[in-house]
């Protein structure tokens, strides 16, 4: 059984599956094989900084140190503000009652989408509570970790009337100047070349 998520909107709640959309599905993909003149596939590898050392694929590994260069398990590991002090760890969503925030449906149009999502329904009494509640013309703005984090992501809940999908990125916030372009002054030239002088020197 997928694991389900809880929304509340209004008042109202539904419980949700949440599905990400393979895009490779929808769009296909394109693998790429490299063989050698015998017709052996080939293994991808690197050469090392020394420009003599061949590396496979796999033989390489991320460590993290300390300032002694001992290594240090990922469990040991804290998350700190720089201020030092700890964040806020934020649920999983399937943890807790998401709020869902009715907004104008625009406002998916400032959302870096990153992952798309379709919910299912285990009941059909779910499904209709969503369905009735989620209009069409708007759109639900929600905060989602698909795990406890530090970080969430901005989200949506969009719907069609008949499929409910999940939008979730970065919401991006547009800055505007204000126009502090100073017109200039255009001199009347008439009245300037009055003014000037004659230098009779010159006939």
Request: overall charge negative.
């Given at each position: 059984m997928?694991?389900?998520?809880?929304?509340?909107?209004?008042?109202?709640?539904?419980?949700?599956?949440?599905?990400?959309?393979?895009?490779?599905?929808?769009?296909?993909?394109?693998?790429?094989?490299?063989?050698?003149?015998?017709?052996?596939?080939?293994?991808?590898?690197?050469?090392?900084?020394d420009?003599?050392t061949?590396?496979?694929?796999?033989?390489?590994?991320?460590?993290?140190?300390?300032?002694?260069?001992?290594?240090?398990?990922?469990?040991?590991?804290k998350?700190?503000?720089?201020?030092?002090?700890?964040?806020?760890?934020?649920?999983?969503?399937?943890?807790?009652?998401?709020?869902l925030?009715?907004?104008?449906?625009?406002?998916?149009?400032?959302?870096q989408?990153?992952?798309?999502?379709?919910?299912?329904?285990?009941?059909?009494?779910?499904?209709?509570?969503?369905?009735?509640?989620?209009?069409?013309d708007?759109?639900?703005?929600?905060?989602?970790?698909?795990?406890?984090?530090?970080?969430?992501?901005?989200?949506?809940?969009?719907?069609?009337?008949?499929?409910?999908?999940?939008l979730?990125?970065?919401?991006?916030?547009f800055?505007?100047?204000?126009?502090?372009?100073i017109i200039?002054?255009?001199?009347?030239?008439?009245?300037?070349?009055?003014?000037?002088?004659?230098?009779?020197?010159?006939?």
């Amino acid at each position: 059984m997928a694991r389900q998520a809880a929304f509340n909107i209004g008042g109202s709640i539904f419980r949700a599956g949440i599905n990400k959309i393979d895009r490779d599905k929808i769009y296909g993909y394109v693998e790429e094989h490299t063989y050698d003149i015998n017709g052996d596939e080939c293994s991808m590898g690197s050469v090392l900084n020394d420009g003599s050392t061949f590396v496979l694929s796999g033989a390489t590994a991320i460590k993290k140190v300390d300032e002694q260069l001992h290594e240090v398990e990922k469990s040991e590991i804290k998350t700190v503000k720089i201020d030092g002090s700890e964040p806020e760890l934020i649920p999983s969503v399937f943890d807790i009652e998401s709020q869902l925030k009715e907004d104008d449906l625009e406002k998916v149009l400032d959302l870096q989408v990153e992952l798309a999502y379709q919910l299912s329904f285990e009941n059909d009494a779910d499904r209709d509570i969503a369905l009735s509640k989620l209009k069409t013309d708007k759109a639900y703005s929600f905060v989602y970790n698909y795990r406890a984090d530090y970080e969430a992501a901005d989200a949506y809940i969009i719907s069609n009337g008949k499929e409910i999908f999940a939008l979730t990125g970065t919401a991006l916030k547009f800055e505007f100047l204000d126009n502090k372009t100073i017109i200039p002054i255009e001199e009347n030239e008439e009245e300037s070349a009055e003014e000037e002088d004659i230098d009779f020197s010159m006939f």
